[in-house]
């Protein structure tokens, strides 16, 4: 983790999933401190906010993703089809 990435995923995780590193720090902070913080760093600065593929292209490929795995990953669907719309999904 940079300072540079985990401030770039901060930004954009707040914009397209507001309150989602809280949500994460109060569900799972007590048993993996710093979980949060690392999957704001990934997935949002060093995954979502790279240059090259535009942002709503990379959560069609996510939501796709996330659909063939199967019913398990509703969660993680839900999030990202709500992220996803502010990216310019309809």
Known sequence: MTEST????KDLSERLNPGMEDALNARYG???PGTAEGVV???YGRQYARPG???RDRYLATIAALTALGGQTRPQLMVNI???RKAGLS
Not at 6 to 9: L, N, P, S, Y
């Open 6 to 9: 985990t401030q770039t995923g």
């Open 30 to 32: 007590h048993l993996l």
């Open 53 to 55: 593929l535009p942002l």
């Open 82 to 84: 709500a992220g996803g």
């Open 41 to 43: 760093d990934f997935a």
